[in-house]
């Protein structure tokens, strides 16, 4: 399609969507997908994936299921630049689409055979590898005569298929900000843009310019007797994995355990996503895990995806 639909529809000088053109197609096999919740003039899910440069849309209805019973109607919508993965906002009402937006989930797909020969045939397999929704799923066209293009999402049957399980009732926050729609909906004043990595740091207080540190240590817990009493405190899960120091600069990401030891080698998909974001230099301090079926992590498993040479399962956090 090309975004030429897309940009027909918006007028960017009212709304915060981007209007693309900033961003091209990664290199590799696996490209991005996102699902964005989109509380519109009725409450739906944008279910998108990175192709030929340009995000590949549905509108899925009733929002994915890791049910392989559950087949949800996904209607075919304009290609999206690819800069929207980031997107997470306000439209204003009046324009298309008008309503909040969150990034419900994101990540790397997979196709399963050429995916330019699935969409033309109307059979697209695939495996997703984000934060919410992994594993095989596949996109189906239903034969109708209606204007609009129908598939179907659905769920394949793998170690990742949940019968039962309502995972956007459970884990209804977004994976960028932690927030919930109707958070955003409610405090537009609040709302997080998709230009929030190109934000001036000079401008965050007690910031000084010069060069990346040599070493940064990572922010190690501390164990006390008791949690802190008040209401300005958070709290964040503790996962079992490796501890993961990411230094990037010039478009390339070496990845460093606490103790120094260089490790980029090892998590090699790690590495290419962190050389992908869209900053000059940065450090970032977190933690790769493997995930089970459950959103868990799982050391064994983590240790026996390295054997297996199987880092692009893993999700750093």
């Not at 918006?10 to 696996?30: N, Q, S």
């Not at 399963?112 to 189906?140: I, N, Q, T, Y």
Request: hydrophobic letters at 35%; glycine letters at 10%.
């Amino acid at each position: 399609m090309g975004l030429d639909e897309y940009r027909r529809r918006r007028d960017f000088a009212r709304t915060p969507e981007p209007a693309g053109g900033g961003a091209g197609a990664r290199a590799g096999a696996a490209g991005a997908f996102v699902v964005q919740k989109h509380a519109a003039r009725r409450l739906h899910y944008d279910f998108r994936l990175e192709l030929d440069g340009v995000l590949k849309s549905w509108a899925v209805t009733r929002g994915p299921s890791p049910d392989p019973a559950e087949k949800r109607l996904a209607v075919r919508t304009e290609d999206h630049p690819l800069e929207y993965g980031d997107f997470e906002g306000a439209i204003p009402q009046g324009e298309y689409g008008g309503g909040s937006v969150l990034v419900w989930d994101r990540g790397d797909w997979v196709p399963r055979g050429d995916p330019d020969d699935g969409l033309r045939k109307g059979k697209l397999s695939f495996e997703l590898h984000g934060s919410k929704l992994r594993g095989r799923w596949a996109l189906v066209r239903l034969k109708d005569d209606s204007k609009r293009e129908n598939w179907l999402l659905v769920k394949e049957r793998d170690d990742f298929a949940a019968p039962g399980r309502d995972l956007l009732a459970e884990r209804p926050e977004s994976v960028l900000s932690g927030r919930s729609i109707d958070d955003i909906t409610e405090n537009p004043g609040r709302i997080w843009h998709s230009d929030r990595t190109r934000r001036d740091a000079a401008a965050v207080p007690g910031a000084t310019p010069g060069p990346l540190p040599d070493a940064l240590a990572p922010q190690l817990a501390t164990l006390v007797h008791e949690a802190p009493d008040g209401d300005d405190w958070l709290h964040e899960i503790k996962f079992d994995g490796y501890r993961i120091l990411a230094r990037v600069e010039g478009g390339a990401a070496r990845l460093f355990t606490r103790n120094r030891l260089d490790w980029s080698d090892r998590f090699t998909a790690t590495a290419r996503a962190c050389a992908a974001l869209k900053a000059d230099s940065l450090l970032l301090d977190g933690e790769i895990v493997a995930l089970d079926a459950h959103g868990a992590s799982d050391f064994e498993a983590l240790q026996e995806a390295l054997s297996a040479g199987r880092d692009g399962d893993l999700v750093y956090y």
